[in-house]
């Protein structure tokens, strides 16, 4: 293999994950274009709130969940790919309040590879669909140059059990499950930067379903809820935020993969976390000076963990809860008004 | 340009590897000049240059063609993005220095390494007809290895193996000594928990068969004692 040819094998891999995900700004500019939708009532939750999934009421006590998602490997074992891709696409049921009902598979993948390969890859992400209580119904596969893989999941939910992402309050806190830094840490592995065991940490958390997550906060007052996936902590706090609110994170109380905190600290960062920075720098201020706390903030998560919000008198009742049930839990800040002439959203001290 | 100019075409390659190119080569070079094809790639290297206290220029070549210098502070070559941009092209071959298989030197000018040289140890003696004298010869071996010019960039172990990198094992020392120059050493996980030394390991990480297939086949070499 030639070195260009070398460099642009490695690429697929290292821009793998939700760091291939299309910057925020773009994508807003496109759908802002597109002629408006007819109008239906029925559609409780479409992508004019950038929330994390469709949601529809079929009758009074029932509404579907509709979404999909899936991405080129940040792994490169087939079987682990599948797990993390179907993990991360299951997880916007989840972050809607809602339970799994089908998947289908969603498969690019190249005409000359082994298909062993894709087998190992479907075993991985029908592993998942299973413990996520789901039916793998069926899928679509195509040929492409290099392999892609998600689900399409329908889930539902009752209408007034939604967790929407846009409905956070004044004076509510925010729990943030899962560490941050996965994004830097797989692209770091990848280009032989990071340890093993860091690897490791990032895997485990990739594929752990937020199904257990959200099983707790669903016992619990919960004002609002996105998953933290490729627009980074800082951006999906932001649309969080909807421009309405400011949120005081507590830079001390961040969950991160201590090897990401190192791994920024020597620059190795991605593509993905810069343009999320391009995108949110102007709504974010850091009181503190630390560049690399400032690169995991803006980090692309693959299968991140769930952003909530809780009434402030309920986050320690909430968290203990969700740490009882082997979720990795954090309160990470609050939230409170924000001037209308403010253009700071975040705030992080 | 002085020799202290290094060049690399980072044309096709996506963050962090021109990043990491480009901080290899500022270990021997005062100033790099980096080719990289998107907008981000410039300011991921921006980032860096300004945190480390470097000297940063670009100037943008073609749409999808970017020329970015860095220069250590105290050097007086920030000026280069004023070359002609005729004298950069997509085909100029890089100056080799990242990314071959060679030693590369650092910053302290201790760690040995050699991108593609791997070490296997998948037995707890060396050669065959005495299994003591072939454990004395194995634990001569890795201290051997710490006397190399040339340090292996993985040291894999497996099966028998992997009783080296538990305490009581002769080489512990040696391999810690191994670790701290930066070589990598891993051990095969299932044979950890075969021989029951998960809780005495003294060395290096655990891993799976998936990775060692994967940095087998990408070594250039494997070396068995």
Do not use: W
């Not at chain 2, 990289?36 to 290297?45: A, C, M």
């Amino acid at each position: 293999m030639t070195e260009t040819a070398k460099f642009a094998a490695e690429q697929l891999i290292v821009c793998g994950g939700c760091n291939a995900k299309m910057g925020p700004g773009n994508l807003a500019d496109i759908l802002a274009k597109l002629p408006a939708n007819k109008r239906d009532d029925a559609l409780l939750v479409g992508y004019d709130t950038t929330d994390d999934a469709a949601v529809y009421q079929i009758d009074a006590e029932t509404a579907l969940i509709q979404t999909l998602d899936f991405f080129p490997s940040m792994v490169n074992d087939p079987y682990l790919f599948g797990k993390i891709a179907a993990t991360n696409a299951l997880s916007d049921v989840f972050a809607m309040g809602g339970d799994v009902l089908t998947a289908l598979n969603i498969v690019c993948f190249p005409e000359d590879m082994n298909r062993h390969i894709l087998e190992k890859i479907l075993q991985g992400g029908q592993e998942k669909v299973k413990e996520a209580g789901g039916i793998l119904a069926g899928g679509h596969s195509i040929h492409d140059r290099l392999p892609k893989y998600g689900l399409a999941v329908t889930g539902k939910v009752a209408p007034n059990q939604i967790l929407r992402n846009d409905t956070v309050r004044p004076g509510d806190a925010l729990i943030l499950t899962k560490p941050l830094g996965v994004g830097i840490v797989t692209t770091s592995y990848n280009a032989g930067a990071a340890s093993e065991a860091a690897f490791q940490q990032a895997v485990d958390s990739m594929q752990t379903l937020n199904k257990y997550a959200a099983d707790v906060l669903k016992q619990h007052q919960v004002t609002s809820c996105t998953d933290v996936t490729g627009f980074g902590l800082a951006g999906h706090l932001s649309e969080m935020l909807h421009g309405q609110l400011q949120a005081t994170i507590e830079a001390v109380d961040l969950p991160m993969i201590p090897d990401a905190y190192t791994c920024a600290e020597e620059f190795l960062v991605t593509a993905g976390g810069q343009r999320n920075r391009n995108f949110l720098q102007d709504k974010i201020k850091f009181e503190l000076d630390d560049y690399a706390l400032e690169e995991i903030v803006y980090d692309p998560q693959t299968s991140g963990g769930l952003l909530a919000s809780v009434p402030a008198d309920q986050v320690a009742t909430v968290v203990a809860d969700l740490k009882q049930a082997g979720v990795t839990a954090n309160c990470i800040g609050r939230v409170t008004e924000k001037a209308a002439d403010d253009p700071i959203e975040i705030i992080v001290k | 340009m002085s020799e202290n100019l290094a060049k690399i075409d980072a044309l096709g390659q996506a963050c962090p590897i021109p990043i990491i190119r480009t901080k290899k080569a500022l270990r021997d070079h005062n100033e790099v000049e980096i080719l990289v094809d998107t907008d981000v790639s410039t300011q991921n290297l921006e980032k860096m240059a300004k945190q480390l206290n470097y000297q940063y220029a670009m100037k943008q070549l073609a749409p999808d063609q970017f020329q970015v210098n860095i220069a250590k502070a105290g050097t007086t070559t920030a000026t280069a993005p004023t070359t002609p941009a005729a004298t950069v092209t997509a085909s100029t071959p890089t100056d080799g220095d990242a990314d071959q298989p060679h030693i590369e030197s650092s910053e302290a000018g201790q760690i040995r390494l050699s991108q593609g040289y791997t070490v296997v140890i998948n037995t707890n003696t060396m050669g065959q007809g005495d299994e003591k004298l072939g454990q004395t010869l194995l634990k001569s071996f890795v201290y051997s290895l710490t006397e190399q010019d040339v340090l292996p960039e993985y040291i894999l172990f497996y099966n028998g193996g992997v009783q080296l990198v538990a305490e009581g094992s002769d080489s512990v020392e040696d391999l810690q000594a191994l670790a701290a120059q930066g070589v990598k050493i891993l051990s095969c996980g299932v044979c950890i928990n075969y021989f029951d030394l998960k809780e005495k390991m003294a060395v290096g990480e655990i891993t799976n068969m998936f990775r060692i297939v994967e940095i087998m086949r990408k070594s250039q070499r494997l070396v068995r004692p």
